[in-house]
């Protein structure tokens, strides 16, 4: 059975910071890229960032560089996500993905796995 469970959310003042995490079970993580997408309230699915396997590739939006560094650990099966310069508009329900291949990835519609989401909340 395939797993991707995200934690590490919460509620945060804007500027602070936050790391996610996913960690992967089952038959998926070695030959896989990771992606990371949020969806806000009322709003659609977006890709936030990607990182290749075995993670010498990454690709962030544009509304998050500089600010969220996504990496992973092949050892644990685990792919994080390092948000600092936190904003309110950063709210939002954040899911891991998974999709078995090298590339980067950026299309909801990649990804054939998916975990439950973990609730990113920014404000004051």
């Known amino acids: 059975q395939v797993q991707l469970v995200e934690s590490g959310g919460g509620l945060v003042q804007p500027g602070g910071s936050l790391t996610l995490s996913c960690a992967a079970s089952?038959?998926?993580?070695?030959?896989?890229?990771m992606g990371w997408f949020r969806q806000a309230p009322g709003k659609e699915r977006e890709f936030v960032a990607v990182?290749?396997?075995?993670?010498?590739?990454?690709y962030y939006t544009d509304s998050v560089k500089g600010r969220f560094t996504i990496s992973r650990d092949n050892a644990k099966n685990a792919v994080y996500l390092q948000m600092n310069s936190l904003k309110p508009e950063d709210t939002a329900v954040y899911y891991c993905?998974?999709?078995?291949?090298?590339?980067?990835?950026?299309?909801?519609?990649?990804?054939?796995?998916w975990g439950q989401g973990t609730q990113v909340t920014v404000s004051s």
């Open positions: 993905a998974a999709r078995r291949g090298s590339s980067l990835f950026t299309r909801s519609n990649d990804y054939g796995y």
């Open positions: 990182i290749s396997w075995p993670g010498d590739s990454r």
């Open positions: 089952g038959s998926i993580f070695t030959f896989y890229t």
